[in-house]
């Protein structure tokens, strides 16, 4: 059998096909369908890259919660830039969130900065409380950030840059210490009560 042919029809603005197309090297795109996704980058916390297009943390050990926020290890994303495109990034955050008190009652909250800045802007209409009894369970933690908006809402994680070099993290803090919780372990195992260690994921999403 003769190899495949490949026409390619450029007498209109489209281009059509016909056949194979094999390239050597990478096909770049600078236009997007809106909601198309542009890059999809999943991590499990066991390192300090993401795909090589931002810095994370590595995960090692469980985390106690406090009474006053602290950052959720993990949860940390840094120098991230969107590709050229980009409307919309969704951050996401799994983790292991369990029970040391018998009720637990934690409260989230979601922060972003854009480089050179260092103050960190809290995203309020972000905020989470989250009570359980007995609480074991995995927790996915969501958020869909807007780039080169016409205007800026921080309070929704709304910039104006089309694209900014950004750091994202989540904090968390226990009502009191009488709702104290664990991230990063189980409480319950197999019908015993063996902790498990319990390792996060990120995950970032640029969309058209």
């Known amino acids: 059998m003769s190899d495949p042919i490949l026409f390619v029809d450029t007498s209109e603005s489209n281009v059509t096909v016909t056949g194979n197309l094999n390239i050597t090297g990478n096909l770049y795109k600078t236009?997007?369908?809106?909601?198309?996704?542009?890059?999809?980058?999943?991590?499990?916390?066991?390192?300090?890259?993401?795909?090589?297009?931002?810095?994370?943390?590595?995960?090692?050990?469980?985390?106690?919660s406090t009474d006053s926020?602290?950052?959720?290890?993990?949860?940390?994303?840094?120098?991230?830039?969107?590709?050229?495109?980009?409307?919309?990034?969704?951050?996401?955050?799994?983790?292991?969130?369990?029970?040391?008190?018998?009720?637990t009652i934690s409260n989230i909250k979601t922060y972003f900065r854009i480089a050179p800045s260092s103050s960190w802007i809290e995203v309020t209409k972000a905020r989470q409380a989250n009570s359980g009894t007995h609480r074991d369970n995995k927790y996915i933690h969501r958020w869909v950030f807007e780039v080169g908006a016409a205007s800026a809402d921080h309070t929704l994680g709304i910039m104006t840059q089309e694209r900014p070099d950004i750091d994202i993290r989540l904090t968390t803090r226990r009502h009191n210490s009488a709702h104290d919780f664990i991230?990063?372990?189980?409480?319950?195992?197999?019908?015993?009560?063996?902790?498990?260690?319990?390792?996060?994921?990120?995950?970032?999403?640029?969309?058209?």
Request: aromatic share 10%.
């Open 31 to 64: 236009e997007y369908r809106p909601g198309e996704i542009i890059e999809e980058l999943h991590a499990v916390c066991r390192s300090t890259s993401l795909r090589g297009r931002a810095t994370i943390q590595n995960v090692t050990s469980h985390q106690s």
């Open 69 to 103: 926020h602290v950052t959720i290890s993990g949860s940390y994303v840094n120098d991230y830039i969107p590709p050229i495109g980009t409307k919309h990034i969704v951050y996401e955050f799994t983790f292991q969130m369990s029970r040391k008190d018998t009720h």
């Open 183 to 208: 991230m990063h372990k189980t409480e319950y195992w197999d019908g015993g009560s063996t902790d498990q260690f319990s390792q996060p994921m990120i995950m970032l999403k640029a969309i058209a």
